[in-house]
């Protein structure tokens, strides 16, 4: 039977996307591992490869259609032997002839992408159908020359057909039986929104004005910022760092490292400051995991990056094992290709911490919304001359910072997280003890 390529899910958080491109066309033979389309998920562009080998026989989503759900057809795939006039037989193509047909005596057209059901078919069973067992021609060839049981295969390939991955990984004895799939939790019920559209759009009637849709991943800063606020109890901590001993130590770092074209930001230290502090204060470095909560070892330091439309959090993991000018350099690279989107899903989940920085903007102080599951996140302002009183009771000037600390409570208490904050102000004051 024909094979359905499915839309990808190819972010954490990615419902639906843009089929921006396809790369085939109906009639072209394909391979595993061959680029088949560009999708637009709710965070970058990406390349969608294919898992098993045939012919494209039909396309069942044009390019540049958007809202395309995950795990919906959006082509059809012929493997050696089929045609394409078993494509009815695929079940997006069935579900669609059981539609009336204009003509009961003709034979009902294949629906346009845009007239698909709402309600899908179900999937197929996972790799048997009864006694017939879906598997790839390539994938039944190696298995036999293997001596292998299809039948004690999982499939991984869409709706669960045997795949050539599936069978080079195997050996003779039988597979484990696959686990079964967890329960989702029912989304809970959505608070109320506002104002609804038409009555804003009443609002404004009389105004001169120009709609902006939403794209993917504005649509998703906008759920999770907003689910952080109603669902994580925030409490901030706030304090002011004076940043003289770590702008000359910067300085001298910065001349040393100049030969091989290192430059130190102030950023690069607060993300080494707060990376030790997980380190020192352990009992910090949590994530809320729903029913229970989860303290990570290594200092995963997330740092929130502007993109156009929306903001990336690239993850430095083993933050507190490297050295200020692989932070750096690593820094840099996440933050160029994250204003590119092209950052892979790997690189911007996860983490425990996250940082956001806005005194390039001349901000003093503000407060940051938690990234669920991170227990905190440091609001960073810019540093500015004030005048101080020492510990001798004389009037000084320093080079001041102040920073606020988003705590969740569920996660972290009020004294935990003011040992947390108290670190990272220790370690950014005596930058040079930090990195003892």
């Not at 072209?28 to 080998?53: H, Q, R």
């Not at 004076?242 to 130190?264: H, I, M, P, W, Y």
């Amino acid at each position: 039977m024909p094979t359905e390529i499915l839309m990808p899910a190819l972010s954490p958080t990615m419902e639906e996307g843009t089929l921006a491109k396809w790369l085939v066309k109906e009639g072209d033979e394909v391979s595993s591992g061959d680029l088949l389309a560009e999708i637009e998920t709710d965070k970058a562009t990406m390349e969608f490869e294919a898992v098993d080998e045939g012919v494209i026989g039909k396309i069942l989503v044009a390019e540049g259609t958007e809202g395309v759900s995950v795990n919906s057809p959006i082509a059809v795939l012929l493997a050696e032997g089929e045609s394409a006039d078993d494509i009815g037989s695929t079940p997006a193509a069935a579900a669609s002839e059981a539609a009336p047909a204009a003509d009961a005596g003709t034979e009902a057209a294949a629906p346009a992408a845009s007239e698909a059901p709402a309600t899908q078919a179900p999937a197929a069973p996972a790799a048997t159908d009864g006694k017939r067992i879906f598997a790839s021609p390539l994938a039944r060839r190696i298995a036999a020359d293997k001596g292998l049981d299809l039948s004690q295969i999982q499939g991984s390939g869409p709706r669960g057909r045997i795949v050539k991955a599936d069978v080079i990984d195997a050996t003779a004895a039988p597979a484990p039986t696959a686990e079964a799939p967890k329960a989702v939790a029912p989304a809970a019920a959505a608070a109320p929104a506002g104002p609804t559209t038409d009555a804003v759009l009443k609002t404004y009637a009389d105004r001169d004005f120009e709609e902006i849709s939403l794209d993917g991943m504005r649509k998703t800063v906008a759920a999770r910022l907003t689910e952080a606020k109603q669902t994580i109890p925030h409490f901030y901590l706030r304090r002011d760092i004076k940043l003289d001993a770590l702008l000359k130590f910067r300085s001298t770092l910065n001349k040393q490292l100049e030969a091989r074209g290192v430059k130190l930001s102030v950023n690069d230290f607060i993300i080494k400051a707060c990376a030790v502090a997980l380190q020192t204060v352990p009992a910090a470095n949590r994530v809320w995991a729903g029913d229970r909560m989860l303290q990570l070892k290594p200092s995963d330091v997330a740092v929130a990056v502007a993109v156009d439309g929306g903001l990336f959090t690239p993850v430095l993991k083993d933050a507190e094992m490297k050295s200020l000018s692989a932070l750096s350099t690593e820094m840099k690279d996440l933050a160029t290709r994250a204003r590119d989107k092209k950052l892979a899903p790997h690189e911007y989940v996860g983490g425990t911490f996250a940082i956001s920085n806005l005194g390039m903007f001349g901000i003093e102080n503000f407060d940051a919304v938690i990234n669920p599951p991170h227990g905190a996140i440091l609001a960073v302002g810019a540093g500015s001359k004030k005048p101080i009183v020492g510990e001798d009771g004389e009037l000084s000037v320093a080079t001041v910072m102040s920073v606020t600390l988003s705590v969740d409570h569920r996660v972290i208490d009020g004294a935990l997280g003011a040992e947390l904050l108290q670190a990272i102000v220790e370690n950014l004051e005596n930058p040079v003890a930090m990195l003892a």
